[in-house]
Every structure is written in structure tokens, then in C-alpha cells.
Antibody, heavy 121, light 108 residues
């Protein structure tokens, strides 16, 4: 059974940093791209970042480029998201999602349950 | 960046009725790299449709997707109680993935 479990969320002060992790199991992790998606309270889904299975390709949404860094460790079956210079508008549930290859790109076929990040003083 | 627009914002229907949700893209989506996701309160999104018209594993056949280019539709043929949720379309055909704002299907 495919499982994605996020961790690392919590209450952080504005300007602070946080590292989110997503532990994967039940599939050959290195064969799949991974993504981070967030959802602010009462709002829609926002894609944040993508990393290919071999970490060669990493993409970010313009809204987080320069502040967010995505990485993966295939030996540990995990993916991470480093978030710096946190702002109130970063308050959201952060999901990791597996990318399932469809021709050249990948749709998000499996999702974790999310981890809540709250930015507040 | 491809911007997705979904309509209507809210759809109020009764169980057993047909739901038709629209997703329109600002630019052509190559190879119909368009997915639909369902999200219920407090839960993670669930993939329903990929490639505009392919049902994901385990998705009942009352869910169907259609369309190409810039105009896409998700149809739920007969609404069941568990189908009342928010539905998002997403394009995944470029290095910038985008979601639509969502359509909420609620009980009339």
C-alpha cells in the first residue's frame, strides 16, 4: 500500500524557517517524481514545487521561488521542503503528492494527509 | 503560466441528479494533461481523472471527463451522498503546474 506521511509542521514566528518532510513507503520511491502542494485555510490548492525521481529537475511556483527549497533522499525514501522567511500568508496545510508519469509529465495520483504550518507571532 | 478557470463556483444539486463542471484554460493544454481531483472537508485531494478523460484506479464510472485544448468537463452522472465535495481541475503539462479555484458541489 502506498503511503505518504508528512511531518514537520507547527507554529512558527514570521521570518522563521521550517523544514517539512514526507516519508514514502509501498512503492519504488526513486522511480517517481514528487510534489508539494499547499492549501491555506478555506482556500484552494496551490502547487509549490516538483522534483524528478533523480533530483535532476526541480521546479517551483513563482510565488515561492527563492524562499522554498525542495530536495529528496532516495536512500531514505523521503522528500523535504525547506521554507525560509516565513510569512503569515504561508499558513496552510502542506501536502506531498506523488507524480505518476503520463507520457512526458505526471499527474498527482497519491497524496499524504498533510501537515499544518501556522505562521504567527 | 496556464491559468485555469472553473465554473460554476458552487453547484447545488440533489442526490441522483447530474452534475456538469467546467474547467477552462487560458492556453491550450498539450496532450490533454488535465486532471480532476475531489476533496472532502478535512481530507487530502483524491485523483479522479487524468489525461482529461481517463478514470483513475477505483473511481466509479459515474465520473467521466471530456474535452480538449482549453475546454474540459467533469460529469457526475448520478450524484451519490459521498460525491458532495469540492472538485479541482489541474493542468500538468508544463514545468508550472496549476490548479483551478475549485467547484463546490453541495446538497440542494
Amino acid at each position: 500500500e502506498v503511503q505518504l506521511v508528512e511531518s514537520g509542521g507547527g507554529l512558527v514566528q514570521p521570518g522563521g524557517s521550517l523544514k517539512l518532510s514526507c516519508a514514502a513507503s509501498g512503492f519504488i520511491f526513486s522511480s517517481y517524481s514528487m510534489n508539494w502542494v499547499r492549501q491555506a485555510p478555506g482556500k484552494g490548492l496551490e502547487w509549490l514545487s516538483y522534483i524528478s525521481g533523480d533530483s535532476v529537475s526541480i521546479y517551483y511556483a513563482d510565488s515561492v521561488k527563492g524562499r522554498f527549497t525542495m530536495s529528496r533522499d532516495n536512500a531514505k525514501n523521503s522528500v523535504s521542503l525547506q521554507i525560509n522567511s516565513l510569512r503569515a500568508e504561508d499558513t496552510a496545510v502542506y501536502y506531498c503528492a506523488r507524480g505518476f508519469l503520463h507520457v512526458l509529465w505526471a499527474y498527482f495520483d497519491q497524496w499524504g494527509q498533510g501537515t499544518l504550518v501556522t505562521v504567527s507571532s | 503560466e496556464i491559468v485555469l478557470t472553473q465554473s460554476p463556483g458552487t453547484l447545488s444539486l440533489s442526490p441522483g441528479e447530474r452534475a456538469t463542471l467546467s474547467c477552462r484554460a487560458s492556453h491550450n493544454i498539450n496532450n490533454n494533461y488535465l486532471g480532476w481531483y475531489q476533496q472532502k472537508p478535512g481530507q487530502a485531494p483524491r485523483l479522479l481523472i487524468y489525461g482529461a478523460s481517463n478514470r483513475a484506479s477505483g473511481i466509479p464510472d459515474r465520473f467521466s471527463g471530456s474535452g480538449s485544448g482549453t475546454d474540459f468537463t467533469l460529469t457526475i452522472s448520478r450524484l451519490e451522498p459521498g460525491d458532495f465535495a469540492v472538485y479541482y481541475c489541474q493542468q500538468y503539462g508544463s514545468a508550472i503546474f496549476t490548479f483551478g479555484p475549485g467547484t463546490k458541489v453541495d446538497i440542494k
